[in-house]
């Protein structure tokens, strides 16, 4: 139990659906962040939220969408996915953001797009 | 460019056998560093940080990491390794940029095997 939960744990998905991924931590963490992870390819941060407000967004299409309604919960909308969107998506949370913050993983959820 | 290198991508070690692997960084400041371990199938765990201080830190599960500041490394050792440590390492680097913000870089990751 890392205390970052992720739902679903796997997803398949055509091109046209919309979906969304859910990330809850218990830790009382005020920093979130949504990584990518694909085969072959370095950890690719993709939005950072430090209490509620996005402070990160890496050049990540529009088809991903994040929310952060509360410090403890982050959503990842997805519409419109492109099959090279198949990966393993990692949140993180922090109890603040900083260089020194060591950052705690749910277990990710593995996206296939069909 | 500023970046995380972990120049080995897969090693095979037998059980029992000690463990190196190995990390370097090129930042113009020494940054925070990291280790985490990924089994299959699950999220990303923290082995061990160092900020500042003592050179050699001790992380979970017996390993420790040292600090080479002149060689610019962050080595993650286990001086004697179970079947329960195969999984994928990855070398991690905290910086403060003058944006403010503060990503975690990572390298790339190197994939143990345990032999029995």
């Known amino acids: 139990e890392t205390g970052v939960t992720q739902t679903p744990r796997h997803l398949v998905m055509g091109m046209t659906n919309k979906k969304s991924l859910k990330c809850e931590q218990h830790?009382?963490?005020?920093?979130m962040y949504w990584y990518k992870q694909s085969a072959k390819k370095p950890l690719e941060l993709m939005f950072v939220?430090?209490?509620?407000?996005?402070?990160e967004n890496n050049s990540v299409p529009s088809r991903f969408s994040p929310e952060c309604p509360n410090s403890s919960h982050l959503f990842l909308h997805l519409h419109t996915l492109q099959p090279e969107d198949s990966a393993l998506y990692l949140c993180?949370?922090?109890?603040?953001?900083?260089?020194?913050?060591?950052?705690?993983f749910g277990d990710g959820t593995r996206l296939s797009i069909l | 460019a500023q970046s995380v290198t972990q120049p080995d991508i897969h090693i095979t070690v037998s059980e029992g056998a000690s463990l190196e692997l190995r990390c370097n960084y090129s930042?113009?400041?020494?940054?925070?560093l990291f280790w985490y371990v990924q089994s299959p199938g699950q999220g990303l765990q923290l082995l061990l940080k160092?900020?500042?201080?003592?050179?050699l830190v001790q992380g979970i599960k017996g390993f420790e990491a040292e600090f080479k500041r002149s060689q610019s490394s962050f080595n993650l050792r286990k001086p004697s390794v179970h079947w329960s440590d195969a999984a994928e390492y990855f070398c991690?680097?905290?910086?403060?940029?003058?944006?403010?913000?503060?990503?975690?870089?990572f390298g790339k990751g190197t994939r143990l095997s345990v032999i029995a």
């Open positions: 993180a949370s922090s109890p603040l953001l900083g260089a020194n913050q060591p950052q705690h």
């Open positions: 830790l009382g963490h005020n920093a």
């Open positions: 939220y430090n209490f509620k407000e996005q402070t």
């Open positions: 930042y113009g400041a020494t940054p925070y």
């Open positions: 160092y900020f500042s201080g003592d050179t």
């Open positions: 991690a680097v905290g910086l403060t940029l003058n944006s403010g913000n503060t990503p975690l870089v």
